[in-house]
């Protein structure tokens, strides 16, 4: 017979699961065929028949199909089964001298010659070979293989091994470069805090030349109200004459004292450098709000702490408050009823400040309704019993009266 099979070699997946493997390859006798099994870290186990694999005979009519071979144990996922040819390099068929023609032994001779030759190929292929157009007179040698070391050509056109372990090299240039990039990164990161420490740098030049803009502001408005205090005018509330600020000193006790005049900025008074002989005294302070000038005493047409006394005889009338701020700045009064309507005042101070006590009785529950003029900047009003509903007034030049409420005893 002939045979027309070029296949040398099959190669198949492990799933788990499969078993049967088609072997399209030439053979004559199963113990021509070869079953390698490969796992998945590459170590290679050659499988015996029948003890892991069993293969059906050859077809004795057309060997060229082949047959089946089957696993015991199936491959698993991540091994290779490959089924090649192996075929003994002998000649065990007998040719006696005489007799008649064995034309079926001489034609499965040939068949078995041409099935070693394709053995022989398929091994080649998996084999280093040089160029055809290569310059070699003798075949390359190739030394003894030596651990951890790599093959390269020499001089003389042989194989040999390398002086150097090529992982160790490969690990060595590896780390070289991480110390590289680390490298450039450290200087990345210098470059970076250099231009950080020279916008810090800049940013404190530009806050000490800020600051020192701000003195010099600050300097020149202190300059600007000591000249503004040399002579400015006070209206008082209750009064249409206007007093005028000759001077400003402050005693040895601590008390700031103004010189003042009533006719006019011409006038004159005691010396104001002695505080001895200005007969008038006047307290500063400031608000939280704002700057708000207060006065604790004045000349003779206003007694003695008139501005600070509680006025406690204005009441509810009707279910209608109306409060009186313009001859006094502090007003006590019994919350006895329901305030269904706060008014607003007859008059309005234009500026400066007042506070108002509004004590619930012992019964509590009665509640307020504000008019138009006031302004709820913060605070609730509270109808306990006992609490004192403290409102604290700022008068503003449009009429408008911004209160904050806040409880006490």
């Given at each position: 017979m002939t045979t027309d099979n070029q296949t040398l070699r099959r190669v198949y997946n492990g799933d788990d699961a499969t078993t049967n493997f088609p072997v399209t390859i030439f053979y004559t006798n199963v113990n021509q065929i070869e079953a390698v099994l490969r796992a998945s870290d590459g170590t290679e186990t050659v499988q015996v028949i029948n003890t892991h694999y069993t293969l059906t005979a050859p077809n004795p009519t057309d060997p060229d199909l082949g047959g089946t071979l089957t696993m015991i144990t199936p491959p698993a996922t991540g091994e290779t089964l490959i089924i090649t040819v192996s075929i003994p390099y002998t000649q065990d068929t007998p040719y006696p001298l005489g007799g008649t023609f064995p034309s079926t032994d001489v034609e499965n001779s040939l068949d078995r010659i041409i099935q070693i030759g394709r053995?022989?190929?398929?091994?080649?292929?998996?084999?280093?070979?040089?160029?055809?157009?290569?310059?070699v007179t003798t075949p390359p040698t190739v030394p003894t293989p030596t651990t951890g070391r790599a093959l390269v050509w020499a001089a003389d056109g042989n194989l040999e091994n390398s002086?150097?372990?090529?992982?160790?090299?490969?690990?060595?240039?590896?780390?070289?470069?991480?110390?590289?990039?680390?490298?450039?990164?450290?200087?990345?990161?210098?470059?970076?805090?250099?231009?950080?420490?020279?916008?810090?740098?800049?940013?404190?030049?530009?806050?000490?030349?800020?600051?020192?803009?701000?003195?010099?502001?600050?300097?020149?408005?202190?300059?600007?109200?000591?000249?503004?205090?040399?002579?400015?005018?006070?209206?008082?509330?209750?009064?249409?004459?206007?007093y005028v600020i000759n001077n400003v000193v402050e005693g040895s006790d601590g008390t700031i004292y103004i010189a003042t005049a009533a006719s006019g900025p011409s006038s004159t008074v005691a010396d104001p450098t002695d505080p001895g002989s200005i007969p008038t005294p006047w307290d500063f302070f400031v608000n939280h709000l704002g700057p708000t000038i207060m006065r604790t005493d004045t000349n003779a047409t206003l007694t003695a702490s008139f501005y600070i006394?509680?006025?406690?005889?204005?009441?509810?009338?009707?279910?209608?408050?109306?409060?009186?701020f313009l001859n006094r700045n502090q007003i006590e009064f019994t919350v006895d009823a329901t305030i269904t309507n706060f008014a607003n005042p007859a008059t309005t101070p234009p500026g400066g400040g007042a506070i108002i006590y509004a004590t619930q009785d012992g019964t509590g529950g009665h509640g307020i309704t504000f008019d138009s003029s006031y302004n709820i900047n913060s605070g609730t009003w509270s109808t306990t019993a006992g609490v004192v509903n403290q409102l604290r007034c700022l008068f503003q030049s449009n009429g408008t009266i911004n209160v904050d409420i806040v409880q006490g005893t």
């Open positions: 053995q022989l190929e398929e091994r080649i292929d998996r084999t280093l070979s040089v160029p055809a157009t290569a310059d002086d150097q372990d090529p992982d160790e090299a490969a690990n060595a240039a590896a780390a070289s470069a991480a110390a590289a990039a680390t490298s450039a990164s450290n200087a990345a990161t210098s470059e970076t805090n250099a231009a950080s420490s020279a916008s810090a740098a800049q940013t404190a030049q530009t806050g000490a030349e800020t600051a020192e803009t701000g003195a010099e502001a600050a300097l020149a408005a202190a300059q600007a109200l000591v000249a503004a205090l040399d002579q400015f005018t006070i209206p008082v509330w209750s009064n249409t004459e206007d006394t509680a006025d406690t005889s204005q009441t509810i009338s009707s279910g209608v408050f109306t409060p009186n």
